[in-house]
């Protein structure tokens, strides 16, 4: 009798995840093909704006439409985390196509989403260690040849010049030439970096979010982007062109504002901005490929984007509390007036309202 109930549920979910009834191939694969291409100019548009409009007053990572449109931005990627793919999770592994046994007695999906969360502290502290020793290797490195220089040009009568690693006329120089009767120095540059001796430069945290918040943004572009391109009803796709649209360009816009933020050299920009448009589009290809014969709700299919889901969850939810919110909020970045802190918030909220109210649709 159980299993029989069983069945029937099952059954019943699988006409659900079809579109009860409304299963078209054609029309579906002719909305695919929308959904990449709409997809696709908003993933490029979201992430470019910020590397384009580094240069540009109103989208410097300074001003304060931009401080404004990363807090949404933050707040979508909240929503994301929390309402969108802890609930696919959690609807994935209490399918009843799955065995009571293991998967609806432990609450998997929170327990990996927390698990991924703690993996992404530790990954976060190795990798900004990494960078910060790797920074100040250099300096040290550039110092010393610096003084080698310096030494060695000491002797002689010739001008002195030495390479600087940053310049900055309101601080002491770090080496100075030493001072000689006999000696003229001219237009000598004197070695400075950019934060003094012992600290790191901003940017160098800003590498590791950028690259931390790429690895959950795409993780979780995959499966939504296979989500969509194994469906064959023109009903469950249709709303999610726009939330998908939506949801990617704000996830682009936060993305790019880190890489904008972490001074990436413009090749290394432009793949990870690459890297991330095109993402979900070729997941909705691959989905499309394999709609023939996938079965979404096979136990492996249901487990694999189940635990898939939770991961990312708990990278977007660390990535957006941690790193985007309170770093911006709690940390030295907010110091604009009163009026540019409350726009903060409530660009925030609306962000996380919004991609929280699309969950009705989609």
Request: hydrophobic residues 50%; charged residues 15%.
């Amino acid at each position: 009798m159980a299993a029989s109930l069983s069945g029937t549920s099952c059954a019943d979910e699988v006409e659900k995840a079809e579109g009860e009834g409304c299963r078209d191939d054609a029309a579906a694969l002719r909305l695919k093909f929308v959904a990449m291409a709409t997809i696709l100019v908003a993933g490029v548009v979201g992430v470019g704006l910020p590397l384009v409009g580094r240069k540009r007053r109103a989208l410097r990572t300074d001003s304060a439409a931009f401080v404004a449109a990363k807090a949404f931005a933050a707040g979508v990627i909240l929503a994301t985390g929390f309402v969108h793919m802890l609930h696919d999770a959690q609807h994935a592994l209490s399918s009843p196509c799955l065995p009571a046994v293991p998967w609806r007695r432990f609450p998997f999906p929170g327990f990996v989403a927390m698990a991924a969360a703690l993996a992404t502290l530790v990954l976060d502290f190795l990798a900004t260690r990494f960078y910060e020793h790797k920074h100040r290797a250099e300096t040290a490195r550039v110092k010393a040849a610096a003084a080698a220089t310096l030494a060695a040009s000491s002797t002689s009568d010739d001008d002195i010049t030495v390479v600087t690693v940053a310049e900055d006329e309101h601080k002491e120089p770090l080496l100075q030439a030493p001072s000689h009767s006999h000696h003229h120095v001219h237009g000598q540059e004197l070695v400075q970096t950019e934060n003094g001796e012992g600290d790191v430069p901003a940017h160098v945290r800003s590498i590791v979010v950028s690259q931390i918040l790429e690895m959950g943004i795409v993780s979780h572009s995959v499966i939504i982007g296979l989500s969509l391109g194994v469906s064959q009803s023109p009903c469950t796709i249709r709303p999610l062109v726009a939330a998908l649209a939506f949801h990617q360009f704000f996830e682009g816009f936060a993305l790019g504002g880190c890489i904008a933020q972490a001074q990436f050299k413009t090749l290394s920009a432009a793949i990870m901005a690459s890297f991330f448009a095109i993402t979900t589009p070729a997941g909705i290809a691959a989905g499309a490929g394999v709609a023939s014969f996938y079965d979404a709700n096979s136990p492996r299919a249901l487990v694999v984007e189940g635990i898939l889901d939770s991961v990312s969850a708990g990278i977007l939810i660390y990535m957006s509390l941690v790193d985007l919110i309170a770093a911006d909020f709690l940390g030295g970045k907010m110091t604009g007036t009163t009026r540019q802190q409350v726009m903060s918030y409530v660009a925030l909220f609306l962000g996380a309202l919004s991609m929280s109210s699309l969950a009705i649709w989609a």
